[in-house]
Structure formats: structure tokens, C-alpha cells
């Protein structure tokens, strides 16, 4: 029995060990990234990524787009403009699975796997997605309508119950404070 709990206890070990700090999804921070990094900072942090940022020639840059090996984004991170001038960053949608929570959600999570280990605080639909908000960790989590059953352009309240188990995740917005 000792020798049960002991290799529990260092299976858990290991793969909290084994989580990268730099793909961390918590509260108000993406790995090392919080409110107040600049887009110096990302160019630093994703030197060896594919970057656009958006508008490609503008002086203010709306998005910063990181880039995958597939060629779609892994993140999309959104500053905040304030007088003309970038005042930190708002929120970054993320597309990619090497990102996750401590509790193990990332974008390849199903509905089940969230609900299992999160209070989801409200749903709201939009025309193509349930949007689940996730205040413990300050995200909100994007679900395609389509995995639920649910007409596209159908804007009546959704109700947990209704939402499949196993309904995909399309992104999370991780909300910086």
C-alpha cells in the first residue's frame, strides 16, 4: 500500500515536473507573459517563431499573431490602445495545444474535461460559439455551436446541460487583469 501511494505521489511529481512554466495557462499571466509585457518583450519571447504583427505597417499594432508549424496561429495576442500608444495587453486568444492550465485543459480538452475541473461561471452564445466563462482563471473558453446540436445563428441562452460532453474546444481567451 506505501508503495502505491508513493509512486501516486511521485507520478503527480513528475507531471507537474514535466508541465513547460513557459506554456502555463494561469490566472492573468501565459507562461512569463502578463498585462504589462510590451511587444519588445514578445519580440524577445518569440524570437525563434514566425510573428506578424497587424497591421504589418502601422505604427500602433492591433494584433500579434505567433505562429505554428502548420502555418495557422498558435496565439493571437490583442494590446491594449490607449491615446494613440500601447498601455500592455488586453487578452490573447489561444489556438494551440502545448498551452494548458494546471488541471491539464488545453485546446484538444473537451467539454467534460472542463466542466470536471472548473466552475464554468456563465455561458453566453454568440453566432457561432458557446462561450463558457472560467473565472478562476480569469478565460474565457470558445465552443463550436455545431458540436452542440446547435443552429449557428441561434442567439437563445444555452444551458450547461445542453452542451455534449464531448463538444471541442475551438480557443481560449486567457484575460489579462
Not at 507520478?11 to 511587444?39: A, E, F, P
Not at 465552443?143 to 480557443?171: C, S, T, V
Amino acid at each position: 500500500m506505501k508503495n502505491l501511494i508513493g509512486l501516486l505521489f511521485l507520478s503527480m511529481i513528475l507531471v507537474q515536473c514535466g508541465q513547460d512554466k513557459d506554456t502555463l495557462i494561469l490566472k492573468n499571466q501565459l507562461g512569463k507573459i502578463k498585462k504589462n509585457t510590451s511587444i519588445e518583450e514578445l519580440d524577445k519571447i518569440f524570437k525563434n517563431d514566425s510573428v506578424e504583427k497587424y497591421p504589418s505597417n502601422a505604427e500602433i499594432i492591433r494584433e500579434y499573431r505567433v505562429f505554428g508549424i502548420n502555418g495557422k496561429p498558435d496565439l493571437i495576442f490583442f494590446p491594449i490602445v490607449k491615446n494613440d500608444s500601447i498601455k500592455g495587453l488586453d487578452h490573447v486568444k489561444i489556438y494551440s495545444s502545448r498551452y494548458m492550465t494546471e488541471k491539464g485543459i488545453s485546446t484538444t480538452s473537451a467539454f467534460k474535461d472542463i466542466a470536471d475541473n472548473y466552475s464554468i461561471d456563465k455561458i453566453e452564445p454568440s453566432f457561432s460559439a458557446a462561450i463558457l466563462f472560467i473565472d478562476e482563471i480569469n478565460a474565457t473558453i470558445s465552443l463550436n455551436k455545431e458540436d452542440l446540436g446547435l443552429d449557428e445563428f441561434n442567439m437563445n441562452d444555452i444551458r450547461q446541460d445542453q452542451i455534449p460532453d464531448e463538444a471541442g474546444i475551438r480557443y481560449i481567451s486567457l484575460w489579462f487583469e
